[in-house]
């Protein structure tokens, strides 16, 4: 099966710092998505992005699709950043493969 | 737009007792929905695909006598844990594609379930 690989695994940053985090995905994809996990379990969703680039305020994301990886920029962190972060990938149109993810941590 | 809902959010139940655990999409319909499995600081597995109107498909080693899923109209799916041991307390999440949307999944709050 697909493979989703995420980096770093653990990443600590000041507030205030800009940040990447990496997946890399082994075959084509129909979907990719980014989720951040809080501390109650909730997974939220932050980017639907199969290809292409989206921005939402502090947060953006690019997938290339054709060389398999996405990244997903956090700029001017906040504590309230602080988490899991989760890529996600579909081959096909059904079941989401997850990443390890990365779990950040943003200190004040 | 798009919600998913699961309940309980979460459960304690006593050893060798059942327990079922609803997902519904709010305000779209689905004919697939997922269920996940997440055990503390690990990444969420696929435990099962389930299917409006047919039987679900699980995956590899999840014992489908255990984890019994019903998904009897486009918005509702079940997910009945029977005859619980400790070792199945968990998160467990749903989602569920908008059959009329994108391949864009959607993700219910979760369920925490202990087995004392």
Redo the contacts between chains.
């Keep these: 099966g697909i493979q989703v690989e995420q980096s770093p695994p653990d990443l600590i940053l000041q507030e205030g710092a800009n940040s990447t985090l990496r997946c890399n995905f082994s075959d084509s994809v129909?979907?990719l998505?980014w989720?951040h996990q809080n501390p109650?379990?909730?997974?939220i969703?932050l980017f639907?992005i199969?290809s292409g680039t989206k921005q939402n305020g502090r947060l953006s994301a690019t997938t290339v699709a054709t060389e398999r990886y996405s990244l997903l920029y956090i700029s001017s962190s906040q504590t309230t950043d602080s988490g899991v972060y989760?890529c996600?990938v579909?081959p096909g149109?059904?079941?989401?493969?997850?990443?390890?993810?990365t779990r950040l941590t943003v200190k004040p | 737009g798009a919600v998913v809902s699961q309940h309980p959010s979460w459960v304690i139940c006593k050893s060798g007792t059942s327990v079922k655990i609803e997902c519904r999409s709010l305000d779209f319909q689905a004919t697939t929905m997922f269920w996940y499995r997440q055990f503390p600081k690990q990444s969420l597995m696929l435990m099962a695909t389930s299917n409006e109107g047919s039987k679900a498909t699980y995956e590899q080693g999840v014992e489908k006598d255990k984890f019994l899923i019903n998904h009897a109209s486009l918005t509702l799916s079940t997910l009945t844990v029977t005859s619980a041991h400790p070792e199945d307390s968990s998160f467990y999440i749903c989602s569920a594609r908008d059959r009329g949307g994108t391949y864009e999944q959607y993700f219910g709050p979760g369920t925490r379930l202990t087995v004392t």
Excluded: V
Aim: glycine fraction near 14%; charge should be neutral.
């Design positions: 129909n979907n998505q989720f109650w379990g909730q997974l969703n639907y199969p989760f996600a579909s149109n059904n079941d989401m493969r997850f990443g390890a993810g």
